[in-house]
Antibody, heavy 118, light 113 residues
Framework: EVQLLESGGGLVQPGGSLRLSCITS????????MSWVRQAPGKGLEWVSS????????FNADSAKGRFTISRDNLKNTLYLQMNSLRAEDTAIYYC???????????WGQGTLVTVSS | DIVMTQSPDSLAVSLGERATINCKSS????????????LAWFQQKQGQPPRLLVY???TRESGVPDRFSGSGSGTDFTLTISSLQAEDVAAYYC?????????FGQGTKVEIK
């Protein structure tokens, strides 16, 4: 069974930083593209960033460029999202997703809530 | 970016009746080299993460009831629930993965009439 478990969310002040983690199991992580997708309260789904299995290809939404960095540790089967210079509009549930690039989003974690507020 | 537009934004359907959700992309998501449409559908129930229902526009994910079906090609797609059940109350999203910059439709909320 595929499992994706996010952590690292919380309350942070505008301009602050957070690092999200996603521990995975149940599939061959190193061969899988992975992504982060977020959902602001009461809103729809917004893709944030994707990374290939080897980390050789990284894609970012315009909203993430220059502020967010996606990375992975294939030895630990873990995906990360480093978020800097956070803004109120980054407030959302952040989902870890198995898939990315031209691979569909097969599995989703339960999400971790990030709240940016003073 | 490819813009995905769903219609309607919401619909109310009686139990056992058909529900139809449309999704239109601003450019074709059909890749001619393999004749595949890079289009997926997701279901999201209140307080839960999205769940993959359909990929390649018409391939039902394992475990998804056969009352759910996807169709369409190029820029126009449809998700049909042939006989609405109470457990189908949810928001539904289409998404393209033709571009590495994924984009989603705005969502369609399905309720019981």
């Amino acid at each position: 069974e595929v499992q994706l478990l996010e952590s690292g969310g919380g309350l942070v002040q505008p301009g602050g930083s957070l690092r999200l983690s996603c521990i995975t199991s149940g599939f061959t992580f190193k061969n899988s593209a992975m992504s982060w997708v977020r959902q602001a309260p009461g809103k729809g789904l917004e893709w944030v960033s994707s990374i290939s299995g080897s980390s050789g290809n990284i894609f970012n939404a315009d909203s993430a460029k220059g502020r967010f960095t996606i990375s992975r540790d294939n030895l630990k089967n873990t995906l990360y999202l480093q978020m800097n210079s956070l803004r109120a509009e980054d407030t959302a549930i952040y989902y870890c997703v198995n898939g990315g690039g031209n691979d569909f989003a097969a599995h989703w974690g339960q999400g971790t809530l990030v709240t940016v507020s003073s | 970016d490819i813009v995905m537009t769903q219609s309607p934004d919401s619909l109310a359907v009686s139990l056992g009746e058909r529900a139809t959700i449309n999704c239109k992309s601003s450019q074709s998501v059909l890749y001619s080299a393999n004749n595949k449409n890079y289009l997926a559908w997701f279901q999201q129930k209140q307080g839960q993460p999205p769940r993959l229902l359909v990929y390649w526009a018409s391939t039902r994910e394992s475990g998804v009831p056969d009352r759910f079906s996807g169709s369409g090609s190029g820029t126009d797609f449809t998700l049909t629930i042939s006989s609405l059940q109470a457990e189908d109350v949810a928001a539904y999203y289409c998404q393209q993965y033709y571009s590495t910059s994924w984009t989603f439709g705005q969502g369609t909320k399905v309720e019981i009439k």
